[in-house]
């Protein structure tokens, strides 16, 4: 069981119990899409008690105040199936901005009292300091966003792609870098990870980086998987509006023979 003894405990309507796919390997990202008031970690968790459309959180973080909903041997539902399977969920109470927005002083403040308790987290279920992309969470150990669980398992439907583009993962990396390489107050060398930025830095963390993954590095076999797909789920969607007209065109179809047979006259009576 890991539930932090210092954090304050708010347990929400909806969580599942266990962790059929093992110890969670993913730390995911996500924002509320809300305000970044100095209780608003408190609100959001105090909202998935009575809330009915079956979504918590792991944590609720905003600029003073880190809150615990579900203990991390167990799944939120903060995503869908697949990423809550694996992943511990970390809700950073504000929504889409630009970077220099994300780091101003509320939103930097939410990010560096997030990293705290995410490098514990880490060293708990011994996830490294990675940022994993898209298709990477599948098998990957690391961090991601809510966006990458998206793009990642598109079987699941999902459609979210916070924290966005212009998160500053960067400066989310820096944060827990330091926490992990604090010494331990209990005496031991908490150094267990490898330096992130030579992996790191061709991402840099912004939107033309990414876009040239996309574009230009992404594997082949991938993005050719992509393009099956959209043809494939054209042709579905085209195969559903035939039938949908078909069906329509048979009910028309009945209701004007019908019609035709009101109108007609009786048949003559039998001879005799």
């Known amino acids: 069981m890991t539930t932090w003894a ?15 796919a093992g110890k969670p390997r993913i730390i995911f990202i ?14 959001g968790a105090v909202y998935d008690r009575r809330r009915t459309d079956g979504t918590s ?26 990423a809550n399977l694996v992943g511990i969920h970390y809700e950073l109470c504000g929504t889409r901005q630009t970077r220099a927005q994300w780091l101003d002083a509320a939103s930097r403040a939410t990010i560096r009292r997030a990293a705290k308790q995410i ?11 990675k940022r994993l992309v ?6 990957g150990r690391g961090l991601a966003g809510h966006a990458d669980a998206t793009f990642g398992w598109p079987e699941d439907h999902g459609t979210h ?12 990396f820096d944060d827990i870098e330091k926490e992990l ?7 031991g060398d908490l150094r267990k990870y490898p330096n992130f930025k030579a992996w790191y830095a061709p991402w840099g963390g912004d939107v033309q980086s990414l876009i040239y ?19 494939v789920g054209k042709l579905r969607g085209d195969m559903d509006a035939a039938s949908t007209d078909l069906q329509s065109l048979d009910a028309r179809l009945t209701e004007l023979t019908a019609r035709v047979d009101a109108l007609s006259p009786p048949p003559d009576p039998p001879p005799g």
């Open 134 to 139: 898209n298709r990477q969470v599948r098998a």
């Open 6 to 20: 210092n954090l304050r405990q708010v347990r929400p309507r909806s969580w599942s119990r266990g962790r059929p």
């Open 119 to 129: 490098a514990r987290d880490m060293r708990d279920n011994e996830i490294p300091l």
């Open 181 to 187: 390489n604090v010494s331990d107050p209990g005496g």
């Open 57 to 82: 959180a792991h944590y609720y973080v905003d600029s003073n105040s880190v809150v615990q909903c579900v203990d991390t041997t167990n799944r939120a539902h903060t995503a869908l199936y697949n």
């Open 161 to 172: 792609t916070d924290p966005g583009a212009e998160f500053p993962w960067a400066v989310l």
């Open 30 to 43: 996500h924002y509320t899409a809300g305000r970044e008031e100095p209780t608003s970690a408190e609100d």
């Open 213 to 231: 993954w996309f574009t230009q590095t992404r594997p082949r076999e991938l993005r050719a998987e992509d393009a099956q797909n959209r043809k």
